[in-house]
C-alpha cells in the first residue's frame, strides 16, 4: 500500500478506504499517509482529515505528523493550526515542542508564545521545551524560556508540587519553578 501511495495516493487512499473495518483498515490509511505526508502535505492532510472520526484518523494524523515534525518543524505547526486545540491533541503539541527545541529553541519558544491561553497545553509545550534546552544549557535554561515566552517571575509557581517539565535536579526531582497548571 505504501508504494502504491507513493506513485499514487488518491488511488491508494480509494483503496485503503475499501479494507474492511478494525486493523486492516488503519494499517492501510496510515501506510497512505505516512506516504502522502512526504509528497504532498497538505493534500495528505486535507485527506486525512476528511475520514470519519476514530482509530483509523487518529492513527494516520499521528503517524503523519510525526513525519512532518521531523522534517519540516514549521510545517507541523502549521498542521496543528488546521487542528482544534484540544488536550487530546496535546501529544502532537508536546512532540513538536520537543522536537523544534533540539534544533531550534528560538523558533520553537516563538511558536509556543502563540499557543491559546487558558488550556495547559501552551503551559505544558513551555516546559517541555524548558526540558529539552535544559537537558543542553542545565544552568537554568527553563527560566530563560518563560521569559523568553513573555512570562514574569510572578508567574512562576515556587510550591514545590512536582508538575511534568523542567527540573533543576533532572527529570526525578521537584521542579523548582512551574507554571501553574489550568484546566480546559
Do not use: C
Amino acid at each position: 500500500m505504501r508504494a502504491y501511495a507513493y506513485k499514487d495516493p488518491q488511488a491508494a487512499a480509494d483503496l485503503a478506504a475499501q479494507q474492511p473495518s478494525g486493523s486492516a483498515l488503519n494499517q492501510a490509511i496510515s501506510a497512505v499517509a505516512s506516504s502522502w505526508v512526504q509528497a504532498d502535505s497538505p493534500a495528505a492532510v486535507a485527506w486525512i482529515q476528511s475520514l470519519p472520526d476514530g482509530a483509523a484518523k487518529r492513527t494516520a494524523l499521528n503517524n503523519a505528523f510525526f513525519q512532518v515534525v521531523w522534517n519540516n518543524p514549521a510545517g507541523a505547526a502549521d498542521l496543528l493550526a488546521s487542528l482544534p486545540v484540544t488536550q487530546d491533541n496535546m501529544g502532537l503539541y508536546w512532540q513538536l515542542g520537543s522536537q523544534w527545541a533540539q534544533s531550534d529553541v528560538a523558533a520553537a519558544v516563538n511558536w509556543a508564545k502563540q499557543l491559546p491561553e487558558g488550556t495547559t497545553i501552551k503551559q505544558t509545550v513551555l516546559q517541555n521545551i524548558s526540558s529539552v534546552w535544559a537537558q543542553s544549557d542545565p544552568s537554568g535554561a527553563d527560566g530563560r524560556v518563560y521569559r523568553a515566552a513573555g512570562l514574569q517571575r510572578a508567574d512562576l509557581r515556587r510550591d514545590g508540587e512536582r508538575v511534568p517539565g523542567p527540573s533543576r535536579r533532572g527529570s526525578r526531582g521537584q521542579s523548582r519553578f512551574s507554571l501553574p497548571l489550568r484546566h480546559q
